[in-house]
């Protein structure tokens, strides 16, 4: 991830205006927090290897409450991406058996 994405991740989330006023961003946008979730990251971790693995991803509000944020998770090794994809569904109230190569939904995000 390099700086430019994530000065707009910042934006997107609220943060941006807050932290330049010196406001305490968790309470400048604590109701977008608490309904949104939205993940940030890249989907290689080395570009030129095409390598999927070890991935740097952001995960950011609580999603009404389906998810617990503050927390550093890390994954089993050789677990599909989509199982992070599949659980996030699951806290948006779809439910589907699989996503895309998930071998389950990731455990750990409430």
């Given amino acids: ?3 430019f994405p994530a ?3 910042l934006g997107l989330l609220g943060l941006a205006l807050p932290l330049a006023r010196g406001v305490d961003p968790r309470r400048a946008v604590e109701f977008e927090q608490d309904n949104s979730m939205i993940l940030f990251g890249s989907s290689l971790h080395d570009g030129n290897k095409h390598e999927h693995r070890n991935l740097p991803l952001v ?3 609580r999603s009404q409450g389906t998810v617990r944020p ?5 994954a089993a090794p050789e677990t599909p991406l989509h199982n992070l994809h599949l659980a996030l569904l699951h806290r948006d109230g779809i ?3 699989s996503f895309g ?3 389950g939904a990731l455990p750990g995000l409430v």
Avoid: D, I, Q
Wanted: net charge positive; charged share 20%.
């Fill in 70 to 74: 503050g927390r550093r998770l890390t």
């Fill in 101 to 103: 190569e998930s071998t």
């Fill in 7 to 9: 000065v707009r991740l």
């Fill in 95 to 97: 439910v589907l058996p």
């Fill in 1 to 3: 991830m390099n700086g």
């Fill in 59 to 61: 995960l950011a509000g």
